[in-house]
């Protein structure tokens, strides 16, 4: 019967090969886990919904990714490596920063006398939470603007419930504007030729008298992936992926047909607004959660509410348990933002998005 030596001489007691070499799996995996991270940061940012399963991991609640911390971070206290702690710290920034999307606390303030409008916008799910009970949520915030998608056919009750509070209300299609200032203009864009069949823009523009001048003023809603993934609510995806009906039909195909429409719509509406002559605010449901490569490459052109004026997660999907930024609120570089906050909780799936704007001095 062979025993093992010890490098001090000492023969090894029972076990200890094994035990060094589990200490050696876990100091791998302590690195190779904020590796991972790191990679699945760079595969989202310049990947993203170029390939289908970049495309739907960005819709998965980052908060899954941290699994393995407490794990890892408990078995190097157990296990005595305690030195390696530092790679759980790189990797909680990794998931707390670039993967979960916190953003730090802004410096940005208002300038004292200066003209300010406050702009909402509210994907309010076609009004299934009732027309009564979204416009007062929406008329408790103060806006001078606001930009609602998802609105129902006819919107006529939540048009009504409006009137009694904005002089000026239009709608079109899933999109309603109400506004205190005199709407100048409301231009429904051309439908868009994809794949060999006409499709909707899924955006409006407006030209709005505002306090700050006359302001473009980009209504948009981009198709969601929420039909291709098979998921209705979110909370459904881990039933459907047991059951393998996340994969019905040809998720790939489908998937990336579906990204393709939505980065579409993004580019038409950004290039529209890029090329506008004077002020631009673009707000709605972008459909586009954080480390989004069509966001990065069609709208980080614009100063984005929630980072230039707020601080946390500002999720506002789905309402009760959010996990996705989707809704935004964006400006040209002739404006700024003073204040951002999320509101408007438990009218509709999406909670809403509120913005004080100023002009660049």
């Excluded at 990794?94 to 916190?102: D, N, Q, S, T």
């Excluded at 208002?110 to 007062?136: C, E, H, M, Q, Y």
């Excluded at 607004?273 to 605010?281: F, Q, R, S, W």
């Excluded at 500002?314 to 951002?340: A, C, E, M």
Aim: glycine share 8%; aromatic share 10%.
């Amino acid at each position: 019967m062979s025993s093992s030596i010890r490098p001090d001489g000492v023969p090894a007691k029972p076990g200890f090969g094994l035990r060094r070499a589990l200490r050696a799996l876990l100091v791998a995996c302590t690195f190779a886990y904020p590796l991972a991270l790191f990679g699945l940061c760079l595969a989202f940012y310049f990947v993203g919904e170029s390939w289908w399963l970049t495309a739907a991991g960005l819709y998965v609640p980052r908060v899954l990714y941290a699994v393995p911390l407490p794990i890892l971070a408990l078995a190097l206290w157990v296990t005595g490596l305690r030195r390696y702690f530092w790679t759980q710290l790189i990797a909680a920034f990794l998931l707390i920063v670039p993967l979960m999307g916190f953003g730090l606390p802004s410096l940005s303030r208002p300038r004292a006398g200066a003209p300010t409008l406050r702009v909402l916008s509210f994907n309010v799910n076609s009004a299934f939470g009732g027309a009564r009970a979204i416009v007062d949520a929406v008329v408790a915030a103060s806006p001078d603007v606001v930009l609602m998608q998802e609105t129902p056919p006819g919107n006529g009750q939540l048009v009504a419930a409006l009137r009694a509070h904005f002089p000026y209300v239009e709608n079109s299609t899933q999109f309603v504007v109400a506004s205190r200032g005199r709407i100048v203009s409301r231009t429904e864009p051309d439908r868009l030729p994809l794949y060999g069949r006409e499709r909707s823009p899924r955006f409006m523009r407006y030209s709005i008298e505002t306090p700050l001048g006359v302001l473009a003023v980009y209504s948009v809603h981009p198709i969601s992936p929420r039909g291709v993934m098979h998921v209705r609510q979110f909370r459904a995806a881990l039933h459907q992926l047991r059951t393998g009906e996340l994969f019905a039909g040809d998720p790939e195909a489908d998937v990336q047909g579906n990204a393709a429409l939505r980065a579409l719509q993004i580019q038409t509406a950004a290039r529209e607004a890029a090329a506008e002559p004077g002020p631009v605010v673009i707000a709605g449901d972008t459909n586009l959660p954080g480390l989004s490569a069509i966001f990065r490459k069609e709208l980080a052109r614009f100063a984005d509410g929630f980072r230039a004026a707020s601080w946390g997660f500002g999720y506002t999907y789905p309402s009760h348990h959010p996990f996705l930024r989707l809704d935004r609120i964006l400006v040209s570089d002739k404006l700024r933002f003073v204040s951002f906050r999320v509101d408007c909780p438990g009218v509709s799936d999406h909670l809403c998005v509120v913005a004080d704007i100023q002009a660049h001095p």
